[in-house]
T-cell receptor
Framework: DQQVKQNSPSLSVQEGRISILNCDYTNSMFDYFLWYKKYPAEGPTFLISISSIKDKNEDGRFTVFLNKSAKHLSLHIVPSQPGDSAVYFC???????????FGTGTRLQVFP | DSGVTQTPKHLITATGQRVTLRCSPRSGDLSVYWYQQSLDQGLQFLIQYYNGEERAKGNILERFSAQQFPDLHSELNLSSLELGDSALYFCASSVGPEPMRLFFGSGTQLSVL
């Protein structure tokens, strides 16, 4: 049972344009959401997070949007840079089980 | 550098064997988490330890076990290995018991032949 879904396995965006990565979840007990970035041969690194009491959180070029009614999370990267090319994982924490559940990841490629 | 150290980086073994993966958390972190990443799969949560005690359990097989030692390092033991156990195993750590922001090691790539 995949509680956190990233339906797009890959995304290709031109440098300077906006990258939008999407994530859907099914568990209404999720109260905290995170995005991680992973480069090859490295572990995932934290990017940005959002609590369920907010609908937007911004950090530089990265903005996360949360739509609780749709159980949908998105990460916007503006402007996209070649160094953003990586696999992006969304993750959600359930307040009743206190586990962090990850999606399957979306591979972003930013080309010149 | 996340501050989380995993050893070994690569491990090649045969079916039926037993291996031990080791993790040293960031200085000051009391929680250690183990995740498994198989091909085309997300990060599957296996188990969490907090200050030496098991705190949360995920989809960990009975053939797998883990522990956290008094110095807070952790070991993941995988036994009776099968081909399907081939995966990237990540360790992560956090300061407190709640899985908020985790810091990941670079992983151990296990290949079962």
């Amino acid at each position: 049972d995949q509680q956190v879904k990233q339906n797009s396995p890959s995304l290709s965006v031109q440098e300077g344009r906006i990258s939008i990565l999407n994530c859907d979840y099914t568990n209404s007990m999720f109260d905290y959401f995170l995005w991680y970035k992973k480069y090859p041969a490295e572990g995932p690194t934290f990017l940005i997070s959002i609590s369920s009491i907010k609908d937007k959180n911004e950090d530089g070029r990265f903005t996360v949007f949360l739509n609780k009614s749709a159980k949908h999370l998105s990460l916007h990267i503006v402007p996209s840079q070649p160094g953003d090319s990586a696999v992006y994982f969304c993750a959600s924490r359930s307040y009743n089980t206190d586990k962090l559940i990850f999606g399957t990841g979306t591979r972003l490629q930013v080309f010149p | 550098d996340s501050g989380v150290t995993q050893t070994p980086k690569h491990l090649i073994t045969a079916t039926g064997q037993r291996v031990t993966l080791r993790c040293s958390p960031r200085s000051g972190d009391l929680s250690v988490y183990w995740y498994q990443q198989s091909l085309d799969q997300g990060l599957q949560f296996l188990i969490q330890y907090y200050n030496g005690e098991e705190r949360a359990k995920g989809n960990i097989l009975e053939r797998f076990s883990a522990q956290q030692f008094p110095d807070l390092h952790s070991e993941l033991n995988l036994s009776s290995l099968e081909l399907g156990d081939s995966a990237l195993y990540f360790c992560a750590s956090s300061v407190g018991p709640e899985p908020m922001r985790l810091f990941f090691g670079s992983g151990t790539q296990l290949s079962v032949l």
